[in-house]
């Protein structure tokens, strides 16, 4: 039988909606209605219970599906349900005309009752989901994704890249925290995600769904192998590449230009009075991000405390520790605030040129070293791999979030996620990923 | 108009930096707040504290060089509002002293560092002043420890120095 | 056996923590000191790095399939059965007895029975108090019985008794008896494994912070309360105005009021340069014109178009931190050097709107002290295995971090107390 059920919701639906006239236009659609106050509260849900069974198809007219949806659902007995926001969709929004929400009530009613018609019978679909996850690292959040998956009792298989090793992840990650600390954390990671499966080399193929990819390995070694999985982590790192004055800086040509990444080898490899003058340039055309600056930051410091004068021109100043900055600043590094706009390659040194906008004047420093900040951008596998998993990349190339604000680990596709700087920020938890898979 | 000025020389900067309370120039990021509470800045547009300390910073000593540094008041409202409590007026008054052996100082200025290294005060005491203070009711001046504040100059290197010293200004500057 | 936890703060990350707990099967009590979950994203109407609405959630699996998004009102967050919401309740005391948390509640009454209202919203209509509405601005007004937003979840309307003069004319219409004017408060003590601290931060109201006098003007606001101006669900409609009512044609914005500063917070509070930008394009669409004075623009790479946009759409930019925002010939004007120009500039605008720092909440409750860290912030695992704190109450952020986090920690804990599969 297909039976209607309107809620009168302590009397106020009733009060802007015609239910008389309802009740009869909807006559012959429906085989029985009723009509009953607080269908969502305990006395009408056991009404529910008594009127209908099984075998019947409902729909149901109230105040709002998420309110009255939930509590009916466990009670119906049936399986053909369709609930109808009247008070939402209807009394709310034609507050000033009666005979006009009665109307759109009447039209949504019989809506639902075609609806309810061609509803299949629910079916339960089994999906094997395979307990087991493929990273594919680089970047130590991948390390941090392994370490705690297996903690979870979750098969890991982890992909670096080719000619890969321990140090690799300090040298490519140095740029995410001090070095000491970093140190540390990978040594530990390393330690913990022993049991992972580590494969070099790369991935080729995928197909199927989330809980159940198949994929297929290229290793270094020239041997293919397929595998299933449930999930996909990908842990690719970013790279630090030249910015775009790196050519005007003669980076290449001469050997007083380097890049801020070789700057702690230099500052380590320094006697402690062999001081040098040093000017970091940020490339005007480029915001620095808070990784950046808080490479850049730490790096300076080390820098200067060494007893090195550090003349760093910058834009604005991005961190996320103030007392980076502060360090900076207290050991002695000179802030001027504009972009290079001329470098010469003397004999005395590096003559770097510049206005200080803080001031309107043009500067030039003679300097030792002209030291580059470089630009993260994702790792030069990122688009083949994109390509091979069938995700989608933002403006930077990097792998794109499905829903940046609330789905910030997320791919485009479902059961792939990333960890890390895959995606421009990195967090130094790992996220939770395959939950699905865990459950 | 934009000039072209080279540097480095970072001479005048250490000084100042190895100065009691000099190091808090090091705290400042050049936020301008300290200009905008300026209260010599409203009136004299080209006094502005933030541009000395990012010259100072930088090391150029120009500064030092220029009259305008006198303007000062030492009102201290910069180092009230200054975020990072940077010691804004006594690094000027550090840039001050600098300026001094050079003879970038109002006369009247080196005057009263004159009288007191002779009469302790920075300005002399004469007798109608003091039977204006009798009859107003103020309490007895006393008289200065001479002793003790000869020997704390002479402890910061001003005596003997500051008798050499000629204003760059010469009598014609107006106060 | 079933794990218990306790989550603190029911703003976006305690949501979401409690969301993925309870689909790992994890019973969660979810303590929420307001009326309404959402905490921060109930004041602020769009947020970034998307511009969509601020009360959006991630779906939890339970009840949806987990990849629709769903709003607060949408979300059914009480609905999911080992989810237990606690709104206006305070944590008394914390203790540790046998390697558990036993954890004092105390909750002021609603004076409506959740399980009875069927919110026809009658007795709103009837009550004749009126007083000024905490969302509301300019002049907006609420009910005694009342519900701060429409959107607020539990959506039954509370009382509040400060302003009811008890005339009992709720009670009398609403027939499903849903309504308790005597209602008391009432205490309750949980068991619990682990412990959530998920409490974020607030915008701190910039009244004692020298030189602006935000004390004196209306027209000298903060940027929540300019988000209540510009969200057309509030009280002026979306439209903004000034103290006066007249229309607003510039705005003078200033950054890090108290944020980096020695005086106040030491600390960046991260989110108000993009927040500032968000606002700016907002108000330029309104053919207003803004000038925001900064210090450093830091805005998160997922967020980076604010600020192209802004400086297409003319948002002016002045390196400077103002000394002070005074009232001159009654509208507000700005004081500030222009630091790249050298030039000391005086600003006159109708609204000044205040970037006032986000100051941990965590501090204020005395029974969470030993978990405190810097700066009244937390770590993210604030004692190892047992205590830890996600979203903003470990430093100020973003939304997309603090969900990130919030999920890293809802693994972190499941891991903790079922050890692995």
């Known amino acids: 039988m297909k039976k209607l059920f309107l809620c009168t919701c302590n009397k106020t639906l009733n009060k802007w909606l015609d239910y008389a006239r309802i009740e009869k236009e909807m006559g012959s659609t429906f085989d029985a209605i009723h009509i009953h106050d607080a269908l969502c509260l305990e006395e009408g849900l056991t009404f529910l219970d008594s009127e209908v069974s099984a075998e019947d198809s409902v729909v149901i007219g109230a105040c709002t599906s998420q309110i009255i949806g939930a509590p009916m659902s466990k009670r119906l007995k049936c399986e053909h349900i369709s609930y109808v926001p009247l008070r939402e969709q209807v009394a709310w929004v034609h507050k000033d005309d009666q005979k ?44 941090k994704a392994a370490s705690d998956l297996l903690k979870l009792g979750v098969e890991v298989m982890l992909l670096e890249p080719s000619e890969w090793s321990r140090k690799s992840y300090e040298e490519m990650n140095q740029f995410m925290a001090e070095s000491s600390n970093l140190k540390d954390a990978i040594r530990d990671l390393v330690l913990s995600s022993k049991k992972a499966k580590t494969v070099r080399g ?74 040098k003058t040093i000017f970091v340039a940020v490339d005007p055309s480029h915001q620095l991000s808070t990784v950046e600056g808080s490479y850049l930051l730490r790096t300076i410091t080390q820098a200067s405390e060494k007893g090195n004068t550090v003349i760093l021109a910058h834009s604005d100043i991005s961190t996320k520790d103030e007392n980076l900055y502060r360090a900076a600043r207290k050991a002695g590094v000179i802030f001027v605030r504009g972009s290079l706009e001329k470098v010469k390659d003397s004999k005395k040194g590096m003559v770097c040129r510049l206005e200080n906008t803080l001031e309107s004047q043009v500067r030039e420093f003679t300097v030792d070293y002209l030291v580059l900040q470089t630009q993260l951008k994702p790792s030069r596998s990122t688009g083949q791999l994109a390509n091979v998993l069938g995700l989608e990349l933002d403006q930077n190339g990097f792998i794109k979030t499905r829903y940046s604000k609330m789905k910030p680990v997320q791919t485009s596709k479902r059961g792939i996620f990333f960890a890390g700087s895959a995606k421009t920020t990195w967090w130094p938890w790992l996220f939770n990923q395959s939950r699905r898979d865990v459950i | 108009m ?174 | 056996m079933t794990k218990t936890a306790v989550v603190i703060g029911a703003g976006l990350a305690g949501i979401q923590v409690a969301q993925q707990l309870t689909d790992l099967g994890i019973v969660v009590h979810l303590i929420e000191k307001e009326s309404i979950i959402g905490g921060l994203s109930t004041h602020l109407g769009r947020v970034f790095p998307t511009g969509d609405c601020a009360l959006c959630l991630d779906a939890s699996t339970e009840i949806f399939d987990g990849q629709h998004r769903r709003c607060q009102y949408r979300g059914l967050v009480t609905e999911k059965k080992n989810l237990k919401l606690h709104t206006l309740t305070e944590i008394k005391s914390i203790s540790e007895v046998d390697g558990n948390f036993k954890i004092s509640i105390k909750s002021q009454p609603r004076h ?15 009550c004749d108090v009126n007083t000024p509405d905490e969302y509301g601005i300019r002049g907006g007004t609420r009910k005694a019985i009342f519900r701060p937003i429409p959107q607020g979840v539990p959506l039954a309307p509370l009382i509040d008794m400060e302003h009811c003069t008890k005339c009992g004319k709720c009670v009398d219409i609403c027939k499903v008896n849903a309504i308790d004017l005597e209602e008391k408060e009432s205490t309750k003590t949980i068991k619990a494994d682990a412990l959530i601290l998920a409490t974020g931060v607030e915008e701190k109201v910039p009244l004692d912070f020298p030189g602006y006098e935000y004390r004196t003007s209306e027209d000298i606001i903060t940027h929540a309360e300019l988000a209540r101006l510009l969200d057309p669900a509030g009280s002026t409609n979306g439209e903004v105005t000034t103290s006066s009512g007249n229309t607003v044609s510039e705005v003078t914005m200033v950054l890090c009021v108290g944020s980096r500063d020695l005086d106040a917070a030491e600390y960046c509070s991260q989110a108000c340069c993009t927040y500032s930008l968000k606002h700016a394009d907002m108000l330029r669409d309104l053919g207003i014109d803004v000038t925001i004075c900064y210090m450093d623009l830091r805005v998160p790479k997922s967020s980076e178009h604010y600020l192209t946009l802004a400086r297409e759409k003319g948002v002016k930019f002045l390196r400077g931190k103002p000394d002070s925002v005074i009232i001159r010939n009654g509208k ?51 004692k190892e295995g047992r205590v830890y704190a996600c979203g903003t109450a470990t430093g100020p952020t973003d939304i997309p971090t603090s969900i990130a986090e919030a999920n890293a920690i809802a693994l972190q804990v499941y891991t903790d107390l079922e050890g692995g599969v």
Request: proline share 5%.
């Open chain 1, 100 to 143: 006009g929400a009665s109307s759109k009530a009447s039209v949504l009613l019989h809506d639902a009752a075609i609806q309810v018609d061609y509803m299949d019978p629910q079916t339960i679909v089994e999906t094997d989901i395979e307990k087991k996850v493929l990273i594919i690292g680089g970047c130590i959040a991948g390390l």
């Open chain 1, 202 to 275: 790369k991935i080729t193929e995928l197909s199927g769904n989330a809980g159940l990819y198949q994929i297929s390995l290229k290793h270094d070694s020239g041997k293919e192998e397929s595998n299933l999985v449930g999930s996909i982590i990908v842990a690719t790192n970013a790279e630090h590449s030249p910015p775009p004055i790196a050519k005007m800086c003669r980076y290449g040509k001469s050997d007083r230009t380097l890049l801020i990444t070789e700057l702690p080898t230099l500052i380590a490899k320094q006697a402690a009075k062999d001081t």
């Open chain 2, 2 to 175: 934009v000039k072209q000025e080279t540097m480095l020389d970072l001479e005048f900067r250490s000084w100042l930096l190895e100065q009691p309370e000099g190091e808090t120039l090091l705290r400042c990021y050049q936020c301008g707040r300290c200009t905008s509470a300026c209260p010599v800045a409203e009136i004299e547009p080209s006094f502005n504290p933030r541009l000395f300390l990012q010259k100072i910073l930088i090391g150029d000593k120009s500064i030092a060089e220029n009259q305008l540094v006198w303007n000062c008041l030492t009102c201290e409202q910069c180092e009230v509002r200054c975020p990072e409590h940077v010691k804004i007026p006594h690094i000027l008054i550090l840039a001050k002293v600098r300026g001094l052996m050079a003879g970038n100082v109002p006369l009247a200025a080196l005057d009263r560092a004159r009288t007191i290294i002779s009469e302790g005060r920075s300005l002399s005491v004469s007798s109608p002043m003091l039977k204006t203070r009798t009859k107003m009711g103020l309490p007895d001046l006393g008289t200065p420890s001479m002793d003790q504040i000869v020997a704390m100059l002479a402890d910061i290197g001003i005596v003997g120095k500051l008798e050499n010293v000629k204003s760059v200004y010469g009598d014609a500057e107006d106060e």
């Open chain 3, 112 to 126: 409506v029975d959740l399980d009875r209202c069927v919110v026809c919203l009658e007795c709103i209509e009837v």
């Open chain 3, 332 to 382: 507000p004007m700005t004081i500030v050097e222009d630091t790249q120009s050298q030039k000391r500039m005086q600003i006159e605008s109708d609204l000044v709107v205040l970037a006032s720092p986000l100051s941990p909440l965590a501090d204020q409750n005395d029974a969470l002290a030993e978990f405190i860290g810097e700066y009244g912030f937390i770590s993210r695992v604030a």
